[in-house]
């Protein structure tokens, strides 16, 4: 089992600049988040696909992020422009149950936007 | 967005000792719980999962919820320094998605 795979582990990008965030889930996954982790808000739900479906994305913060799963192994976060504010940890996230029985993080982009 | 508390701490608890962690959380449709621990620059790990009133025990780990008072808990026996680290509650109110906390972070000094 290799986990729940994420891409880079850290980007640095100037304001302004096109960033994507890559995940591979634990295969046989059926759901998959995205999360983002600040010192100040904690870990925050961005958007939840079930059978790569987009289920909710309420919590996307606004137009600039956009995020898609072509097939069940794969997903990527955009987020263009980036600014300053998007310095954040991006978590992705798998399970079989959709939540229900918890589920397997990646371990992480450390987004720094300059 | 439906609430999870949990107090930020720091909770420091000298090694051998219980240390306590709580969460309260504000819906009540809620089924799932789940305990998480994160290490200081990784990923949160599950320790944890409850769902229904009453202790579950797991090790050194005993979970403990109390659906009518809207409460979770963990408790660790005999803390080891390796312990030390930030501990999430997250709650799954209904459907798909976790809810954490902002988490309590321990320290467990030798």
């Known amino acids: 089992d290799a986990g729940v795979i994420q891409s880079p582990r850290h980007e640095v990008t100037e304001m302004g600049q096109e960033v994507t965030l890559r995940c591979k889930p634990i295969s046989g996954h059926n759901s998959l988040f995205w999360y983002r982790q600040t010192m100040m808000r904690g870990l925050e739900l961005l958007i939840y696909?079930?059978?790569?479906?987009?289920?909710?994305d309420s919590g996307m913060p606004e137009d600039r992020f956009s995020a898609k799963m072509p097939n069940a192994s794969f997903s990527t976060l955009k987020i263009q422009p980036s600014e300053p504010r998007d310095s954040a940890v991006y978590f992705c996230?798998?399970?079989?149950?959709?939540?229900?029985?918890?589920?397997?993080f990646g371990s992480g982009t450390r987004l720094t936007v300059v | 967005q439906k609430e999870v508390e949990q107090n930020s701490g720091p909770l420091s608890v000298p090694e051998g000792a219980i240390a306590s962690l709580n969460c309260t959380y504000s819906d009540r449709v809620s089924q799932s719980f789940f305990w998480y621990r994160q290490y200081s620059g990784k990923s949160p790990e599950l320790i944890m999962s409850?769902?229904?009133?009453g202790d579950k025990e797991d090790g050194r780990f005993t979970a403990q919820l109390n659906k009518a008072s809207q409460y979770v808990s963990l408790l660790i026996r005999d803390s080891q320094p390796s312990d030390s680290a930030t501990y999430l509650c997250?709650?799954?109110?209904?459907?798909?998605?976790?809810?954490f906390g902002k988490g309590t972070s321990l320290l467990v000094t030798p």
């Open positions: 409850i769902y229904s009133n």
């Open positions: 997250a709650v799954n109110p209904s459907g798909y998605a976790l809810n």
């Open positions: 996230a798998s399970t079989t149950s959709g939540g229900k029985t918890g589920y397997t």
């Open positions: 696909f079930n059978n790569n479906v987009p289920i909710d």
